[in-house]
Structure formats: structure tokens, C-alpha cells
């Protein structure tokens, strides 16, 4: 099939699993043999552009933006699939094209100003129930309500006037939660659960399982912070990312070294490698997000996945025996219980990771479930 996928690439300056995904999943679509082309705009070129801040307002609120179909037009796609359009693409072109485009939601930008339906360190569905202006009212978006405005406005009666939720034929999310939501707010759209992969590598060595590792943007919503404040002392945890939090992770790592290795932000190669010698991977999100690349990367390398209970994945991402799920206690003792499971568990439980990653989360599991998607949505007599 002919395939045009339409990207906004965050900045490099905010590094995105998303941004990754979509390459990753570009590149296995045209090792299975299919035409794609990406339709990309970058951030950290258009913010060069002369009033970019101005545009990217009125882009957010789906006012206007750049439209790609003159060139999908001239590709001929017969499908269109769509990741991220925030800041960089507008959304109103999507009417044309909607019967012929598939929509990744990869969070929940389209009902939240935020994206995470998280706020204040709980889950927050205010918007869902009382109407946009909570996000004004609480600087949502980047603690500022100016800047949470033209979001508030965009996502407006629980997505009512969002054009990627009212015009694309079939909506992918990863996990069920968010098909769940999804699906009670569409009802022109099949929501469809659809898990990402994460590509399988060769390490360039054995993996000896000698210490736990967490890997992540190191902000509240991640957990970063109560991981600290909990972590058992006879036990070394190394800590791989940035973020507004490395500050007092470094000190925390330079006060207390047998308890925390900080590593900072490395690349994608060392990360894995440092994921496949640990004895787990540590997911203490405070907020119910989808399903973590880093997370899919761990299963590939036989790593079991200890999550806490509200991401909205953490079932998804443990079954079978995969990992242990554990709760954001304030003392921490579901943690240390989880740690001594997956410990006792030893090689079954790596054993089982891998199976559920081959079975579910690999490139080959990702593309039997997407191309039966695009087959269907490619057959759509009312296409553009």
C-alpha cells in the first residue's frame, strides 16, 4: 500500500518517545514492503521562522496551520496516517481526508490542555466533566494560563470540535484505558487498540542482571520524585534521562552513591544496554499514561517491568508473569514487596517478559494489527 504519515516532531530540546515511534514505525512499514511517506515538520526548524509563536497560538486553538494536501495529493496515498499535529500542522484539512486517515492518539491532547489527564499530582478529568476553562484556570499547559488557552479552546466540549476525532475513520490508541475514553467521545470513529513496538537489537553484550534502572524524563508526573523518597537503601538504583527534576536527582545520587548511579541523558544504545543488565525496570508514573517505548524495550531484552498501579498500562505490561505492579504507598513497602518478587522470580520471569514482547510488542505484532487496519481503511468507498 501507498502510506502517508503526517508528523510535528517535538523539539530535540524535549527528547519524545514519540518522535521515535514514529520513525521506528515508518521503517517497518517500508521493510514490509509497503511506499511511505513522511510528511514532517520539526519544531526546532519552524520555530526559526518569523513569528512562530504567534502561528503556533492559532495552530494550538485549530484556527489554521499548514495543510499537506496538495502534497498528499501528488503522493496519492490510500492511506493517511496521522501522529502529532501540535504545533506544527493545522487539523482542518483532515474533513477532506478523514476517511482515508488513521489517527494515533498518543496521549490526551485532543480532551486536555495538559495531555495527561493528570493535575496537582492526581487524575484529573475536569475538563472531561466541567468544561475547558479549568485548564485556564490552572495553568494546564506549561503553568501558564495564556498558553493553556488556545488548547482549552481547541479541546472544547470533550473534543466535540476536534478534527482528529470527528474525521478520522479509525482512531489507534495503546492501551485500553484510553480506548475507553476515546471511544465514549467518537462516534463517527472506530477506536481501535493498537500497542507500540519497540524494535528489536543486538547488544553488543551479555546481559548480567546486577541492579535495578529507571529510564525517563525526569518530571512529577513520572514519580521521579517519590522514587527517590522511597527507594530501599540496600539496593542501587541507576537513573538514565533529563528534565526539570535532574537537579535533584544528581544531588540525591551525590549524597547518597551506593543507593543512586546517575547517569543523565545518554543515548538510545547505552540506554538499552544499561535496561538489559538490570534486574528490573523501575516505572513509578503518577499519572495513567499509555504504554512507555521504554517499558517494550525492557520486555525485548528479557527485563522484567515493575510499574506502578496508575498507569493505565501496568495490567497490559505484566501479564503472564512479565513484571509486578506495585502501588504509590507513602512509605514505599509495595515497592520493596515487588523488588523481593521479581528477585525470587529470577530467570522465569525474564523468560516470560521476553514472550509476552514477542507476542505482543514486537515489530511483527505491530504490523499484523496495523495492516489490518489500513486494509480496511484503504477499501473505504467514501474516500477522498
Not at 526559526?48 to 492559532?58: D, E, G, M
Not at 538504583?237 to 541523558?265: C, M, N, W, Y
Amino acid at each position: 500500500m501507498r502510506i502517508g504519515v503526517v508528523h510535528s516532531f517535538y523539539s530535540s530540546n524535549s527528547p519524545s518517545g514519540e518522535n521515535s515511534v514514529v520513525l521506528a514505525q515508518v521503517d517497518a512499514l517500508r521493510r514490509a514492503g509497503h511506499d511511505v511517506k513522511l510528511f514532517a515538520k520539526h519544531t526546532d526548524s519552524e520555530q526559526q521562522i518569523p513569528f512562530y509563536k504567534a502561528r503556533s497560538v492559532l495552530r494550538a486553538a485549530q484556527l489554521t496551520g499548514p495543510d499537506p494536501s496538495v502534497e498528499l495529493e501528488k503522493f496519492s496515498p490510500d492511506v493517511v496516517h496521522v501522529h502529532n499535529l501540535f504545533p506544527n500542522w493545522g487539523t482542518g484539512w483532515l474533513k477532506s481526508w478523514g476517511a482515508k486517515t488513521v489517527a494515533t492518539l498518543h496521549n490526551y491532547r485532543t480532551v486536555c490542555s495538559s495531555g495527561l489527564l493528570w493535575r496537582d499530582g492526581h487524575d484529573c478529568r475536569d475538563c472531561l466533566e466541567k468544561g475547558t476553562l479549568s485548564a485556564i484556570r490552572h495553568r494546564c499547559y506549561r503553568d501558564s494560563a495564556i498558553a493553556s488557552a488556545p488548547l482549552a479552546f481547541a479541546s472544547r466540549n470533550s473534543g466535540a470540535h476536534s478534527s482528529v476525532l470527528q474525521s478520522a475513520n479509525t482512531i489507534v490508541v495503546l492501551n485500553s484505558e484510553a480506548q475507553k475514553i476515546f471511544a465514549a467521545l467518537t462516534a463517527s470513529s472506530s477506536v481501535e487498540l493498537v500497542p507500540n513496538f519497540a524494535a528489536k537489537i543486538d547488544l553488543s553484550s551479555k546481559c548480567d542482571a546486577h541492579s535495578w534502572v529507571y529510564v525517563g524524563r525526569l518530571t512529577h508526573e513520572k514519580g521521579v520524585l517519590w522514587l527517590l523518597e522511597n527507594w530501599p537503601e540496600d539496593s542501587t538504583l541507576e537513573i538514565v534521562g533529563t528534565g526539570p527534576l535532574a537537579d535533584q536527582v544528581e544531588s540525591a545520587a551525590t549524597a547518597q552513591p551506593r543507593r543512586f548511579k546517575f547517569h543523565g541523558r545518554v543515548d538510545s544504545a547505552l540506554a538499552r544496554e544499561l535496561i538489559c543488565s538490570a534486574k528490573g525496570l523501575i516505572l513509578p508514573s503518577l499519572w495513567s499514561e499509555g504504554i512507555p517505548t521504554v517499558a517494550l524495550e525492557a520486555l525485548q531484552t528479557g527485563t522484567p517491568v515493575l510499574i506502578s498501579d496508575q498507569c493505565s498500562s501496568a495490567k497490559e505490561l505484566t501479564r503472564e508473569a512479565a513484571g509486578r505492579i506495585f502501588n504509590i504507598d507513602p512509605d514505599g513497602s509495595s515497592l520493596r514487596t515487588a523488588l523481593a518478587e521479581v528477585t525470587h522470580a529470577g530467570q522465569d520471569m525474564r523468560r516470560a517478559a521476553l514472550k509476552l514482547y514477542e507476542d505482543s510488542y514486537s515489530e511483527s505484532a505491530w504490523l499484523s494489527r496495523i495492516e489490518s487496519i489500513y486494509d480496511r481503511v484503504a477499501h473505504t468507498r467514501s474516500g477522498r
